[in-house]
């Protein structure tokens, strides 16, 4: 691993999918990552040299709520502090763009598993479930 190179706003939608693919499998379309880059209120990327090897991003209405989305390191990247550097920079947009002096809520979702490295930033399960449905767009 030579000098890191963090980038802000950068990550593609090739990116996104090569970084998605690398890890979870089949990832969505060209089409619909390209509109979620557009939409997104944060992208953080870290690369080893050109070699893409961590993002993550922000979405969120920038008053009363962030989510953070897609936190992906290489598994060959892992326990290197890289997934630290991710939430930091996220964590550090929020603070510069919410509004003085209140509290957001900042959530995410996390893998059983992952949840440790979380809460080491303040973040807690509530007993609330998540919900979700794969909608299929006509």
């Known amino acids: 691993m030579s000098d890191l190179i963090i ?28 509109l979620a880059m557009d939409n997104t209120l944060f992208r953080v990327s870290i690369f080893d040299g050109d070699k893409i090897v961590a993002m993550a991003r922000v979405i969120g209405d920038m008053g009363l709520c962030y989510y953070i989305k897609d936190v992906i390191v290489l598994p060959e990247y892992q326990g290197k502090g890289i997934g630290r550097m991710l939430i930091e920079e996220l964590l550090k ?29 303040g973040f807690s399960a509530n007993e609330a479930q998540r919900l979700r449905i794969m909608y299929h767009v006509e």
């Open 7 to 34: 980038k802000h706003d950068e990550l593609t939608a090739e990116e996104f999918v090569q970084m998605w693919e690398s890890v979870w499998g089949k990832g969505p379309s060209l089409e619909q990552t390209k």
């Open 93 to 121: 947009y929020i603070n510069e763009h919410g509004v003085p002096d209140t509290h957001i809520f900042v959530e995410l979702c996390a893998m059983p598993d992952k949840i440790p490295f979380y809460e080491k930033f």
